[in-house]
């Protein structure tokens, strides 16, 4: 399999080709004994190579050095290692080295990151030094696990933007203020405050994403990330809001490029070994979101808060409702709700609308009707994991019977073609006259505003009490409707 590879290596032919194949084919360990069974097989055969003038040679053969396995290869990378002098040569003696014991290079591998976190390099070379950083970090922390940091509401105040849409950056900002939060500022994405009450302000339900601006929301183009990240304020933020605030964060970078590794990679060269990129086990987010002008704003998003606002959502289907705009929905209508009120959702999914609106206003009884029977089971799931209970029910709600009387319907409306949700919207008020209390309340989450004044108008059983806008642009919205009203 490697006959002809080995001779030509032997000659001094091709090598570039021949190490290159070599490596290829033993990727996966599969290949190893054969190539050390071959007569031209030799323990000193590829060590040779790391003298050779040509980069991509050196890089090679130490690769497949690691591969191999040999006794004494451990010894030779790490001291050719700190002699190889090409900057995207390094990471790979590194990663030849993992395959074998370097605890007698310890030091020498510890002094290493500290000179590379320590280091200030051009851009031709900081890809490269970022790329062989990441590769030491793993070696030496290898089996450790990483620090995993402690959030704290930080002594000072600091900006927090909780971000919405356009339509519902009021009720966002009601929310903020209602639970003691002031000095707010309305923002392109939401609403920014001025706090140090982090915790309460992250257990509002109704906001899409809590974030810190960096550097005063300045913005940059591309290539002044790195160098914006490590100069302006991320780490004060990380410090002042994190009992363990020493050792390094796992960061992911959010952001639709091609490019996001390479500039992932830099971030994590220039912070001096306080960020480390992660794809998995991340603390933070570093999100970029473009401006008009091509460059890019700067923001932090914490995973080290502690507690998830859904959690319990551990199951949903395709045409489940956001939780958010679920939470949303119940916040917009709470005047509205009754405590104690026995409750029905006719369409209830994975049950997100009965349970968002029992967090906040605690129901009697719940019921929730779906033909799908996978969301019925998501349903149950979803609701033990709230710490609530509701009735779940698999059966078209136009079958459904019940000797109580409800006093609230509340839904999220399913989706149909126009032609079908005409008849639909009609037969639903019809039918649910029968199921809904006198002077009871009906909510309504629908993006078909139209049809459903259409349909009230011919129906004259219901008074559209309130109506919120959510989505202008989808023409999504919530819809308090009252039983007995003309």
């Not at 050792?247 to 060269?269: H, M, N, P, T």
């Not at 502690?306 to 319990?312: L, N, P, V």
């Not at 008074?463 to 919530?478: C, P, Q």
Request: glycine share 8%.
């Amino acid at each position: 399999m490697f006959d002809k590879q080995l001779k030509e290596l032997t000659e001094g032919v091709n090598l570039r080709e021949n190490l290159i194949y070599i490596k290829e084919t033993l990727q996966g360990g599969n290949n190893t004994e054969t190539l050390k069974s071959e007569k031209r097989y030799g323990i000193s055969l590829f060590p040779g190579f790391l003298d050779n003038s040509d980069a991509k040679v050196r890089k090679n053969a130490v690769l497949i050095m690691g591969m191999l396995k040999e006794d004494g290869y451990g010894d030779i990378i790490a001291k050719r290692y700190m002699a190889e002098t090409t900057f995207f040569v390094r990471s790979a003696y590194l990663t030849a080295l993992k395959t074998y014991n370097y605890d007698k290079h310890l030091e020498m591998l510890k002094e290493r990151r500290r000179e590379l976190e320590a280091g200030s390099f051009d851009e031709a070379d900081l890809k490269h030094a970022a790329a062989e950083l990441k590769v030491l970090i793993a070696l030496l922390d290898s089996g450790k696990k990483q620090v995993k940091h402690t959030f704290t509401d930080p002594k000072k105040a600091v900006q927090v933007i909780l971000t919405t849409g356009a339509d519902t950056r009021e009720a966002v900002k009601e929310a903020l203020t209602l639970n003691g939060i002031g000095e707010l500022k309305q923002v392109f994405c939401g609403i920014m405050a001025l706090t140090s009450k982090i915790n309460k302000a992250a257990h509002i339900r109704i906001y899409k994403e809590l974030l810190f601006p960096l550097n005063g929301m300045k913005s940059y183009d591309k290539a002044e990330i790195p160098a914006a990240l490590a100069k302006g304020n991320l780490m004060e933020l990380l410090e002042g809001m994190h009992r363990d605030s020493n050792g390094a964060f796992g960061f992911r970078l959010d952001v639709k490029e091609e490019d996001a590794a390479k500039l992932s990679a830099k971030i994590q060269a220039m912070s001096k070994g306080r960020l480390i990129n992660s794809v998995s086990d991340y603390e933070i987010e570093i999100k970029l979101i473009a401006a008009k002008d091509g460059k890019y704003g700067l923001f932090l998003k914490l995973h080290t808060l502690g507690f998830e606002r859904f959690k319990y959502r551990e199951n949903y289907v395709a045409a489940s409702l956001n939780p958010v705009r679920a939470a949303m929905a119940v916040w917009l209508v709470r005047n509205y709700l009754e405590e104690g009120a026995n409750v029905l959702d006719p369409f209830c999914g994975v049950g997100t609308m009965l349970i968002e609106r029992d967090k906040l206003v605690k129901a009697g009884q719940m019921y929730g009707v779906d033909t799908f029977g996978k969301a019925i089971e998501g349903a149950r799931i979803n609701t033990s994991n709230a710490g609530a209970h509701a009735n779940y029910i698999n059966r078209n709600y136009f079958d459904f019977e019940h000797s109580m009387l409800f006093d609230e319907i509340i839904t999220d409306m399913p989706v149909l073609e126009y032609g079908a949700a005409d008849e639909f919207y009609g037969r639903f008020l019809s039918y649910s006259e029968g199921l809904l209390k006198n002077q009871g309340i009906m909510i309504v989450y629908s993006s078909e505003k139209n049809l459903l004044r259409k349909h009230l108008r011919l129906n004259g059983n219901y008074k559209l009490l309130r109506e919120f806008t959510m989505d202008s642009r989808s023409g999504a919205g919530v819809y308090v409707l009252i039983k007995g009203e003309k």
